[in-house]
């Protein structure tokens, strides 16, 4: 992205940030309207300011984004505090997410039946995790009960990681069957030997991060303001480490968040303040990916739209979310709209474009793997019109519930004492 197309986006930048209460009380999100923008002023065919998609700088900028993201979501979630709000979080992660990868993969073999079972993989792999982000607005509004908001941020903040491995897996098999690639990087070996490698450095440096921003605050050794430097440097330095010792940085990213959450000691200081730099830098480069979807891969999509990428699109946001989350959920007490809460608000986002792009990298732009990527770029489309237009409603929906309970018990109690 070169600095003709920097001007543009930083004054849309500057327009969002004056006027986005004003916007998402109506609806519209972020991540709308920076897809519009990229689609409208950045599409290689006739926007003035083109973005081509095989340039090295997309990639890059995407791939550290998703990193930052790993990273801040993974080290904001406090493990320890959060037993005993557990019970969602972790039947959502460890029965609802593993379905959700096999039932996606089931409809992708059937519906995407042009594509090899490792690039229907790669699609499953790529559209199963949650993205908070397009979910912002029902997460921060209290009308909508604290333990579902709890289970969609703790969701949304950890199975992209999770997810991670799978993807790496399903993309060095495709790079096998089609035969890309160097022979020493690809196949199963490569990629394990990589996800290895990037959790031995992730954890090294969330553990080195941890321990030295406890003992810098401790002591008084920083100035004010230079922690959140250090744990947005632990989360780089994971990334980068990794990749230049030929690991995953994607998983060294989320695990070095997990470490650093786990063993840095909240207690000294604001604990927000700690990730509060890092959450900003990538909430402000998530902008750019959604810039560069709207510009490079909104124009694939459209361009390969066809009844099988808009039925595994909507099967994905329904039948292959909902379904798993009601089986994971059987047994919890939890009434039935919470329960379909839980299951449509698991919109796909930065994560599902950042891999759609890897893909496109490490695979190159064959007619299977375009495909591929069109299908995830459909279901990331869909998904930022349908989440974040419902987002709003839906929460309005539980506050109107919530005020026909509080009348409805008022009337049965009667007036308050001394005004009968």
């Known amino acids: 992205m070169g ?23 109506r609806e519209v999100t972020g991540p709308l309207v920076f897809v519009a923008a990229g689609a409208l002023l950045a599409n290689d065919a006739w926007g003035p300011f083109p973005v081509n998609i095989e340039t090295a700088s997309v990639h890059t900028l995407a791939e550290i984004t998703l990193a930052l993201v790993l990273f801040t979501d993974a080290a904001r979630i406090n493990l320890r505090n959060l037993r005993r709000h557990a019970t969602l979080p972790l039947r959502l992660l460890l029965v609802g997410f593993p379905l959700t990868l096999l039932l996606g993969l089931g409809a992708a073999v059937l519906i995407l039946s042009d594509l090899p079972w490792e690039l229907a993989l790669l699609v499953a792999a790529a559209l199963a995790p949650t993205d908070a982000a397009l979910s912002a607005q029902v997460i921060g509004d209290r009308r909508v009960p604290g333990r579902l908001r709890i289970a969609v941020n703790v969701e949304s903040g950890l199975n992209d990681g999770l997810v991670t491995p799978v993807v790496t897996l399903a993309v060095a098999l495709a790079a096998t069957t089609l035969g ?15 996800l290895g490698l990037g959790v031995l450095v992730g954890g090294g440096f ?189 929460a309005a929906r539980y506050g109107v519930r919530d005020d026909v309970h509080v009348r409805a018990r008022a009337s049965r109690l009667g007036p308050p004492h001394g005004r009968r």
Do not use: K
């Open 3 to 25: 600095i003709e197309v920097l001007a543009p986006f930083a004054v849309l930048v500057l327009a969002w940030a004056l006027l986005s209460g004003a916007l998402r009380r």
């Open 180 to 194: 890309v690639g160097s022979l020493e990087r690809t196949g199963p070996g490569g990629a394990l030997l990589e």
């Open 206 to 394: 969330g553990l080195l991060g941890a321990w030295g921003v406890t003992a810098s605050a401790r002591r008084g050794w920083a100035e004010p303001g230079a922690l959140p430097i250090g744990t947005l440097a632990t989360g780089v330095a994971a990334f980068s480490v990794s990749l230049s010792l030929s690991g995953n940085g994607f998983v060294a990213a989320f695990v070095g968040g997990l470490v650093f959450g786990l063993v840095v000691d909240r207690e000294q200081g604001d604990e927000h303040e700690l990730t509060e730099l890092a959450e900003l830098g990538g909430e402000l480069m998530t902008l750019v990916v959604w810039f560069l979807f709207g510009a490079a891969l909104v124009p694939i999509a459209l361009e390969h739209l066809s009844l099988a990428t808009v039925g595994y699109a909507l099967l994905s946001l329904t039948v292959v979310r909902m379904l798993p989350v009601v089986l994971a959920l059987v047994g919890t007490g939890l009434p039935r709209r919470d329960v379909l809460f839980l299951g449509w608000f698991g919109p796909r986002g930065l994560a599902s474009v950042v891999f759609a792009l890897l893909a496109v990298e490490s695979l190159g732009e064959s007619e299977p793997v375009t495909s591929a990527v069109a299908t995830i770029a459909t279901t990331v489309m869909l998904s930022v019109l349908l989440h974040g237009g419902s987002a709003g409603p839906v």
